[in-house]
């Protein structure tokens, strides 16, 4: 029994070489010292891929501008059967056409200025509600004044969308608030101020003729 005991102890013994092999435990095995450049190719490699999702996204963004400006200028400067898909597709950008919406409700055409009043609304998002409230206001021309302040009524009534319905109703009694006080549109000439300029709007097309 002792000497099974002793052989169980002793190498194993390779059959090719007849050198014995220590069998190690892994507790027994250390690493060795880390490679300080181990991590840098990683690092490079994460800071690679880190920059081209960042020149994708801005890439995209720049598209993303550019079709909604298209969009819109078909709003802006047509009044035909061209202008319901274009409302359709503006719409598909939801919040983040709103932006240049905004931006666009400033030179207008009354015509283009309710296009752009029902391109809000077929976007649905709460955060045109400021928007409305200013164009409802300020606007130079009473029915796009009122288009504004009809949507937001709507938006106030509608059950599908609380936060947006607290906000518009919000809106309409700032609105009421404002009219109550005298605060009003500015206008050209003797409508208005003389050479102040209206905050919201322009009484005529700005820029190229409309296309036929």
Known sequence: MRALARLAL???LSRRTGRGRRI??????RSGPLDPSAGRGLGRGVAIIATCLLLTVSACEEIAHREIGDEINILLRRDDALVPPATERLARYRRAAIPQIETAMHTA????????????EKIGDGDAVPILRHIAVFDITADVRAGA???LS???????DKPRAARASAALAEIARKRAAGIGPLQFGASGMPGVPSTVGAPDLVGPETKE
């Open 10 to 12: 002793t190498p194993t």
């Open 24 to 29: 190690r435990s892994p507790r027994s095995i």
């Open 109 to 120: 055409a009354p015509t283009g200025r309710h296009h752009l009043l029902a391109a809000l």
């Open 149 to 151: 302040e009809a949507l």
């Open 154 to 160: 709507r938006w106030a009534a509608a059950t599908d």
